[in-house]
């Protein structure tokens, strides 16, 4: 039996769930304009006003908001609400810059909240679970946010935070966590370690892992639910929009339902900024419908995914994302060929290989060097030199045909590349130091 944790609006039909965007969208537009003069200058530039608003049909209507923009703004040019009606501030990790702040009113938390639990029901969470939440707790906003849908469900919460691995798997198995939520590249690290701590999946009490804040890829998917012996469900949002929970994965596991009654999502062409229709792929960007205190109106995310609006078999009638497969920043430009590195981690999950790799992309005169660090299994740790030799061959010849360049891989010893218990950094790109 599929649960829901808001039945009425996870299930709402597509024309009732729009017009409760119009409605929103004409309040919020009003907000910003009165409350954030950063984003009026915006709008005042572009010739629009709030009037010029009547529905989500006007929407393209609005100026875009970049991570640029977060930038200029530091700290406080976006805010919408007094500082005394904020409870909360959260950052981005940084991964591709300076940290972005953001902040909430407490209804900013109990969406949020709200949007975390409807992914912890969606997994399969009950107030009978156990909840490990082994997100990172502080200024990242993954720990907190699993934290609160954690208590919303009244699921018994486990706020390890993340690292301390052994301990982890101790209150894992001596309190009986059913559910984790973490990064995946900490899952699988979590997975590995038990196996070599020898548990068995049968013997882990496990049933479902709540997995995003970076990109995965199916084969990833598919090793961590072997080695747990669980479901995986993926689950996306950034700090911009809150945090995690942006959009969540139900029992199907075919793309993410956007919590669209909080979180308007468009598809647009990242170079001309038009907006591209249903199915397309391109970039992401969202209007915050609810949030008070950092209302984002067409925040452009960066993230490349595709929406589609297919019947779910889960019965939730929210629009899809598919998976991001990485951000347009992510993707690295090697001797003028668009590499991104779920596409190396396919090859290397479809080859037989563990997803433990690092790719160092350099310069040497006026040719990009790129090189493919990779673990040998534990197995292959005994081949002679020769026989290394032939399956680093074999590797760069599949990645070559992914991608359409040569790599040069190096097959490194078991345990050496250094593990991630937040997000994994897959790319040291040396040419951004010399440029
Ligand atoms: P930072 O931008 O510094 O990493 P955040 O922690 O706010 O800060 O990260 C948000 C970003 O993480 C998203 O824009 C997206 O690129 C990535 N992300 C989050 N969840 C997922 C997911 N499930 N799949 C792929 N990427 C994800
Ligand atoms: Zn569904």
Redesign the pocket.
Known sequence: MQNYYQKEIETMPVEQIEALQSEKLVKQVKHVYENVPYYRDLMDKKGVTPDDIKGIEDLHKLPFLSKADLRDAYPYGLLAKPLSECVRIHS?????GK?VVAFYTQNDVDMWEDCCARAIVAAGGTNEDVCQVAYGYGL???GAGLHGGSHKVGCLTLPMSSGNTDRQIQFMNDLGATIICCTPSYAAYIGETLEEQGFTPDQIPLKAGIF?????TEEMRRGIEKTLGIKAY???????TS??GVAFECCEQTG?HINEDHFLAEIIDPDTGEVLPLGSKGELVFTALDKEAFPLLRYR???ICVLSREKCSCGRTLIKMA??MG?SDDMMIIRGVNVFPSQIETVLLNEGYQPNYQIIVDRKGNTDTFDVNVEMNADQFSDTVSGVTAKEKALANAMKIMLGINPTVHLVAPKSIVRSEG?AVRVIDKRKLHD
């Open positions: 981005t990790s940084g991964t591709t940290r990242f906003t993954g995003g804040a970076e990109p995965w993926d689950i996306y949002g950034l700090t911009e945090g995690p993410m995310t960066r993230d998976k991001p951000r997000k």
